[in-house]
Nanobody, 123 residues
Framework: QVQLVESGGGLVQAVGSLRLSCAPS????????MGWFRQAPGKEREFVAA????????YYADSVKGRFTISRDNAKNTVDLQMNSLKSEDTAIYYC????????????????WGQGTQVTVSS
């Protein structure tokens, strides 16, 4: 079992920035990709970004492309989500998740999930 812990959420004004981090409880575990999802009130959980661990390909939802960047920090053993030019519609709970081998775009293909961190963007 692997626990994922997110940090870095908070309240920010529109066009501002935030950086989320996700730390796994085990430094090494076999995984295909790490991803970030979000869920706004009354909406389904949606894909935000993912990074294939071996090879490093990254994938983004169209709504965040060009504004968000997913990266890995080997020294800190985290996967981070840098969010720039934030909009009110980015307000949601953000979840980190680990994919052990499946479609990276689908939440159902992720095995381990964090508890989530709230991001609120005020207009």
């Amino acid at each position: 079992q692997v626990q994922l812990v997110e940090s870095g959420g908070g309240l920010v004004q529109a066009v501002g920035s935030l950086r989320l981090s996700c730390a796994p409880s085990r430094r090494t575990f076999s995984k295909y990709a790490m991803g970030w999802f979000r869920q706004a009130p009354g909406k389904e959980r949606e894909f935000v970004a993912a990074k294939v661990w071996s090879g490093g390909n990254t994938y983004y939802a169209d709504s965040v492309k060009g504004r968000f960047t997913i990266s890995r920090d080997n020294a800190k053993n985290t996967v981070d989500l840098q969010m720039n030019s934030l909009k009110s519609e980015d307000t949601a709970i953000y979840y980190c998740a680990a994919n052990l081998g499946g479609n990276i775009w689908l939440a159902s293909e992720y095995t381990y999930w964090g508890q989530g961190t709230q991001v609120t963007v005020s207009s």
